[in-house]
């Protein structure tokens, strides 16, 4: 995390011809981002910068601020509280800046890996280095491909809207799994409940040999056993429009390298602006 210095005049209050230029036109862009540079310009009273929550519920203007450079904010979104209002506005005007001089290059990146659950209510960013696909069952809203490592099968990540109760499509989860010792896969895995825009979710970290359905449930129950894999799973108790799961399964050197991507991943849910 950037350490900052809460005052204002820790940051330059005169910029260049060009860089004056490159703002303004960044402020008519965008109302969020020209409050943003207000406050790092010092034309704003800090005190006026809205609180930001451990458990990332931010209240507007914040999360508007968030929304415009989501997903560059990723690394922000779970702040402590001893960072204080005016130091995590000043990180993420920071990090904003910061990524304008590659906002062309980063723009069709940011795009393809953007997606949305609850009917474009929230809105995701899939970590860097995936990519999107058609997904392979109709049931499935959004899949990404990740890269293999160890010359293994690559990663599937899967994104769909589904019923019945947490319990049940967890308990679901850990029967695909069987572990080599012949113990209980769900002694095995671990679960962790946050909250996250206004959203309840559950994640799950399993791993075993995997019953893989490469046909999908409807393709006769033809099952491959597939050893040494791992799952990470989100479920997304969304205000309105029900539940999402997202589905990130493979060889488990490959879930492993991007744990950290799957969590930045989850933990920056918005709301879509």
């Given at each position: 995390m950037v350490a900052c210095d809460e005052s204002p005049r820790s940051f330059p209050t005169h910029f260049g011809v060009r860089e004056r230029k490159v703002r303004e036109k960044k402020r008519q862009d965008s109302p969020s981002l020209a409050g943003a540079l207000d406050f790092l310009e010092g034309r704003i009273d800090p005190t006026h910068v809205p609180p930001i929550h451990e458990e990332i519920e931010m209240t507007s203007p914040a999360r508007d601020f968030a929304c415009v450079c989501h997903p560059l904010l990723r690394g922000f979104q779970v702040v402590p509280a001893s960072i204080g209002r005016v130091g995590m506005a000043m990180a993420m005007v920071v990090t904003c800046l910061a990524g304008w001089g590659h906002a062309d290059e980063a723009g069709p990146?940011?795009?393809q890996l953007a997606f949305t659950i609850g009917d474009g209510g929230f809105s995701l960013s899939a970590p860097t280095g995936w990519t999107r696909v058609e997904p392979k069952s109709r049931i499935v809203e959004t899949e990404f491909a990740v890269p293999a490592e160890g010359g293994l099968e690559p990663g599937r990540m899967t994104v769909m809207g589904a019923g019945g109760s947490i319990e049940a499509n967890i308990e679901r989860w850990f029967g695909q799994f069987s572990q080599?010792?012949?113990?209980?896969?769900?002694?095995q895995a671990a679960l962790k409940k946050l909250s996250i825009a206004g959203c309840k979710v559950t994640v799950v970290d399993v791993s075993g040999t995997?019953?893989?359905?490469?046909?999908?449930?409807?393709?006769g129950g033809?099952?491959?056993e597939r050893p040494d894999y791992r799952m990470l799973a989100a479920i997304v108790e969304t205000p309105?429009?029900?539940?999402?799961f997202l589905k990130f399964y493979g060889p488990a050197v490959t879930v492993?390298?991007?744990?950290d991507g799957f969590q930045a991943?989850?933990?920056?849910?918005?709301p879509a602006s």
């Open positions: 990146d940011a795009a080599p010792d012949g113990s209980a896969t769900k002694d995997f019953r893989d359905m490469p046909g999908g449930p409807f393709a033809k099952t491959v309105a429009q029900g539940n999402y492993t390298k991007y744990v991943m989850v933990e920056g849910l918005v």
